[in-house]
């Protein structure tokens, strides 16, 4: 599976932005999906994740309530809808799928990975 994300950008503080994640070669429709994320000089991050029919999510108390994840299983995409955006948001943001159809927040369960996408938030 290879996973591309996409949607990055620079936006103010307090404005919003939707990431998107697609796949090419191989479906990821039966696969929990997790979106993280990496701020320079800090460990990559977990900030959501959905089952693989998007009946279980979960967000992290650090974004909870401004960061929803979703997915459209018959486009094959998901999403990550970020509101109330702080400078402390900004990273490069990446997209992975699970070797389960469940959520798992350890990263050693997501061996497939996209590109990243930068995500940039001003004061």
């Known amino acids: 599976v290879q996973l591309q994300a996409s949607g990055g950008g620079l936006v103010q503080a307090g404005g919003s932005l939707r990431l998107s994640c697609t796949a090419s070669?191989?479906?990821?429709?039966?696969?929990?999906v997790g979106w993280f994320r990496r701020a320079p000089g800090k460990e990559r991050e977990i900030v959501a994740a959905?089952?693989?029919?998007?009946?279980?999510?979960y967000t992290p108390d650090s974004v909870k309530g401004r960061f929803t994840i979703s997915r459209d299983r018959a486009k094959g995409a998901v999403y990550l809808q970020m509101n109330h955006l702080k400078p402390e948001d900004t990273a490069v943001y990446y997209c992975?799928?699970?070797?389960?159809?469940?959520?798992?927040?350890?990263?050693?369960?997501?061996?497939?990975w996209g590109q990243g996408t930068q995500v940039t938030v001003s004061s």
């Open positions: 992975a799928a699970g070797r389960s159809s469940y959520i798992t927040t350890d990263t050693q369960h997501y061996p497939y």
């Open positions: 070669k191989r479906t990821f429709s039966n696969n929990a």
């Open positions: 959905i089952s693989w029919n998007g009946g279980s999510t």
